[in-house]
């Protein structure tokens, strides 16, 4: 724990101090189309898809390492997922993907210039990428150097107010796959379980908390997601690919917890990206 906890705060001290503008005019926080982390596809979503259609501005300057072209015969039978793309190193090894970008509108000088400054013009968003916007950015932050997908926000100037964030259902899953809702179950037996909340269709929490008797037992933060065998995961107390996070398209996971005999205590927290919390308690009796 003490070990995950030295390198969240590394990251989050480095990322700290590197910040990117906008890649388009600002919108309100609680407008995007969709966020980081959210289920996205079957996947977990490693980019935020803006909602309205914009001129696409470099979110700091860099090097322009690739420029990718939707219907480019150099890739063949398969189409680029993002559509027409730009990607561009920045420092701190830091790299951003700006897709979905509208050909036609896309910047000439994109192909002669190497080094660019902040806020060069990239093109207009279009509607080229397979995200399920219709003329939206899909922006996207890799740090290189830990093999991990950032999100974004983490970056970026923050305004406007976030999607609030409810609790909603919660459920245990035991092991033999058996569901109970606690709104209808306080009586349990002993042993191991997953905890999942119900999953907001837009919203997704910055951060997780799962408290037995007030201890914390599980904390899952979106700031980041790790590559694990392969796979994009989210990072708990282990690392949680898609099919853990989101065993289905209503549930979302907030933790797996030990109930042991007597009365248990069972508290959650969601926070914002900007602090604000909202939790919800139950009493359990475990035999």
């Given at each position: 724990?003490?070990?995950?906890?030295?390198?969240?705060?590394?990251?989050?001290?480095?990322?700290?101090?590197?910040?990117?503008?906008?890649?388009?005019k600002e919108i309100a926080s609680n407008s995007f189309h969709s966020y980081f982390g959210q289920l996205r596809g079957g996947t977990l979503g490693n980019s935020i898809v803006f909602?309205?259609?914009?001129?696409?501005?470099?979110?700091?300057?860099?090097?322009?390492?690739?420029?990718?072209?939707?219907?480019?015969?150099?890739?063949?039978?398969?189409?680029?997922?993002?559509?027409?793309?730009?990607?561009?190193?920045?420092?701190?090894?830091?790299?951003?993907?700006?897709?979905?970008?509208?050909?036609?509108?896309?910047?000439?000088?994109?192909?002669?210039?190497?080094?660019?400054?902040?806020?060069?013009?990239?093109?207009?968003?279009?509607?080229?990428?397979?995200?399920?916007?219709?003329?939206c950015l899909e922006f996207q932050v890799y740090d290189t150097k830990n093999k991990s997908s950032v999100n974004p926000r983490i970056l970026m100037p923050r305004i406007g107010q976030?999607?609030?964030?409810?609790?909603?259902?919660?459920?245990?899953?035991?092991?033999?796959?058996?569901?109970?809702?606690?709104?209808?179950?306080?009586?349990?037996?002993?042993?191991?379980?997953?905890?999942?909340?119900?999953?907001?269709?837009?919203?997704?929490?910055?951060?997780?908390?799962?408290?037995?008797?007030?201890?914390?037992?599980?904390?899952?933060?979106?700031?980041?997601?790790?590559e694990s065998e392969g796979r994009l995961c989210l990072v708990g107390n282990g690392n949680y690919p898609v099919d853990a996070v989101y065993p289905d398209s209503t549930k979302q996971?907030?933790?797996?917890?030990?109930?042991?005999?007597?009365?248990?205590?069972?508290?959650?927290?969601?926070?914002?990206?900007?602090?604000?919390?909202?939790?919800?308690?139950?009493?359990?009796?475990?035999?």
């Amino acid at each position: 724990m003490k070990k995950l906890l030295f390198l969240f705060l590394t990251l989050a001290g480095s990322l700290a101090a590197f910040s990117f503008d906008w890649p388009q005019k600002e919108i309100a926080s609680n407008s995007f189309h969709s966020y980081f982390g959210q289920l996205r596809g079957g996947t977990l979503g490693n980019s935020i898809v803006f909602k309205e259609s914009s001129p696409v501005k470099s979110a700091d300057q860099g090097t322009i390492v690739c420029i990718i072209k939707e219907h480019d015969e150099s890739m063949g039978w398969f189409e680029s997922p993002l559509g027409n793309a730009v990607i561009i190193n920045h420092h701190n090894q830091l790299s951003s993907v700006y897709g979905n970008i509208d050909k036609e509108s896309m910047n000439p000088e994109l192909e002669k210039q190497f080094e660019i400054e902040k806020s060069f013009s990239i093109g207009e968003s279009g509607n080229s990428g397979w995200q399920e916007g219709s003329s939206c950015l899909e922006f996207q932050v890799y740090d290189t150097k830990n093999k991990s997908s950032v999100n974004p926000r983490i970056l970026m100037p923050r305004i406007g107010q976030e999607l609030e964030l409810w609790p909603g259902d919660l459920f245990l899953v035991d092991r033999n796959g058996n569901n109970f809702n606690l709104r209808d179950r306080k009586y349990l037996k002993s042993g191991n379980y997953a905890l999942y909340r119900s999953r907001q269709i837009t919203a997704v929490p910055y951060r997780t908390t799962v408290y037995i008797n007030g201890a914390s037992m599980e904390n899952i933060c979106y700031d980041t997601l790790r590559e694990s065998e392969g796979r994009l995961c989210l990072v708990g107390n282990g690392n949680y690919p898609v099919d853990a996070v989101y065993p289905d398209s209503t549930k979302q996971l907030l933790g797996f917890i030990r109930l042991t005999r007597g009365q248990n205590s069972l508290s959650v927290s969601l926070s914002d990206i900007l602090g604000s919390v909202k939790s919800a308690s139950y009493l359990l009796i475990v035999n």
